[in-house]
DNA sequence: CATATGTATATACAGTTGTATATTCATATG
DNA sequence: CATATGAATATACAACTGTATATACATATG
C-alpha cells in the first residue's frame, strides 16, 4: 500500500498536515479558540469529516500542537546550552534561541505562547508541562554551574522558576512586535535573568532567612 | 426621567450590567473569544440587539473589562503600598493583594490574565497599558527606596518590568489552582520578587558591564 | 393630551458551525 | 477478478451566530 504520494484525488492526509493548517491560520494572532473544525479542514484541503480521522475535536488538535511546540522548543534550547557551557553568554545565546523560535516558519512557539493561560484547562495542564521541563532542565544547570563557581544559590528551584516564567513572558510580549524590534526585548530579557540569578546567589551568602 | 429603578418590564439596563454579565460567563474559565453576543445579552436578560446600545461589538466590551480591571487592581495595590512603605513586607502584602483580586466575587482579574496573550491586537494593548502602569508605579517605588535604603538599584525600570511580569505570570498560574492552595505560590512569588531586587542592587554594586 | 425621542424588543435572514448518515473511491488480500 | 477494508467525500440537519429592519413602549417636552 505504499504508492500513496501521488498524483491524483483522495490522498491519504497525515495528521500533521492537519496540525500545519490549523498553525497556519494561527499565524495571523488568532488563539485556538476561534478556530472552527470546519475552517481548519478547508485550510488542510480536506472534508469536514476527515477531521475526526486524525483528532477527536479541534482541544485535541491544540493539545498536540503545544506539546509539538514544547518538544522543539526544548531541543532548541538544549542545543543552544550544548555549544556553551552555562555562563557568561550562555544566558544570551539560549535566550536568542528561544527568541529566534518566533520566527521561524512553522509558529508553534506562538501556540505554546498564547494559550499559556486560555481555554480549557487541558490547554493550561499541557503547556504547564512544558514549562516545568524547562524548569528542570535549567535548575539542573543552574546546580552544575554552583559546583562549577562555587558560588551557590538560593533555591534553585526557584530561581529556575522565576527564569522560565519570566522568558515565557517577555517571548510573549516579543511575539506582538515586529522582529526587528525583538533586539532591545533579548537585552532586557538578559538582564532581568542575570538580576535573578545574582540575586539568588547573593541571598545565598546573606542566609535564608529573608522570606517574612 | 429619574424613576426607572422599578417594577416592571422594559428597564433601562447600563452598561456595567452587561459587562457583568460577560463576567459571570468568563468566571468558568473560558475566554473572551467565545462568547458570543447573543450569549452575552442572553446573559444580562436584554435582547441581542440592545447589545448595540453600549458596545459597538464583543471586542469593545473586552477592551472595557481589561481597562477595568487594571484600574481596580491597580488601586488596590496602591491600598497595599500605602499601609506600608515598601520594605519588609510591603512586597509580601503587595503580592497578597494581588492574589486576593483573584478571589474576589467578580472576577475580573482573570480576564486581565487571561487575555494577555489573546485575541486582537487591541486587547493585548490594553492590557499592555495596565502593566505599564504597574511599572511605572514600581520604578518609582524603587527609586523611592534607592534614596531611604541608600542601596542603588541597577537598571531600576528593567527591575520593575522583570518583578511586574514575573507577579502577573505567577497570577495567571494561581489562577488555576484552588483558592486553599495558592499560600505556597504567594510565598514562592515573594521570593522571586527578592532574588530580582537583590539582584538588581547587587549588580549596581558590582558595575554595570555584565550585559554581554 | 399630543408627540417626539430614546430604549428595548420581535421577527427575520443568510451564513456558519459540529456532526450523523450514506456513499464513493483506492488499495490490499483472497 | 472479486471483494473486504480503510479513507475520503457528499449531503443533510438542527443549532447558533451577527445583524438589518420594523415595531412597541416609556418617558420628557410642547
Redesign the pocket.
Known amino acids: ?4 504520494d ?1 498524483n ?6 497525515s495528521s500533521q498536515e492537519v496540525m500545519d493548517a490549523a498553525v497556519k491560520l494561527l499565524e495571523s494572532n488568532r488563539s485556538v479558540s476561534t ?5 481548519i ?2 485550510t488542510a ?10 483528532f477527536r ?2 482541544d485535541e488538535l491544540t493539545v498536540a500542537l503545544i506539546d509539538q511546540a514544547g518538544r522543539s522548543l526544548r531541543e532548541v534550547i538544549r542545543e543552544a546550552r550544548q555549544r556553551l557551557s552555562l555562563e557568561k553568554s550562555a544566558i544570551r545565546s539560549s535566550v536568542e534561541a528561544f527568541m529566534s523560535q518566533l520566527d521561524t516558519e512553522q509558529k508553534y512557539l506562538h501556540v505554546l505562547l498564547r494559550e499559556m493561560s486560555t481555554g480549557p484547562e487541558a490547554f493550561r495542564k499541557a503547556v504547564d508541562r512544558e514549562l516545568n521541563y524547562f524548569e528542570e532542565e535549567l535548575r539542573d544547570e543552574l546546580l552544575r554551574l554552583e559546583l562549577t563557581t562555587g558560588h551557590k544559590t538560593y533555591e534553585p528551584g526557584l530561581a529556575a522558576k522565576a527564569i522560565t516564567r519570566l522568558v515565557f513572558a517577555m517571548g510573549a510580549a516579543a511575539a506582538d512586535v515586529p522582529k526587528d524590534e525583538r533586539g532591545p526585548m533579548i537585552n532586557q530579557t538578559v538582564i532581568m535573568i542575570r538580576m535573578i540569578m545574582e540575586g539568588a546567589q547573593s541571598l545565598a551568602v546573606k542566609g535564608e532567612d529573608h522570606t517574612g
Chains 1, 2 share one sequence.
Not at 500500500?1 to 500513496?4: D, K, S
Not at 484541503?45 to 486524525?54: S, V
Open positions: 500500500m505504499n504508492n500513496l501521488n491524483a484525488a483522495k490522498r491519504q492526509v478556530l472552527s473544525l470546519r475552517e479542514a478547508r484541503g480536506i472534508a469536514p469529516n476527515t477531521f475526526y480521522r486524525h475535536d479541534v
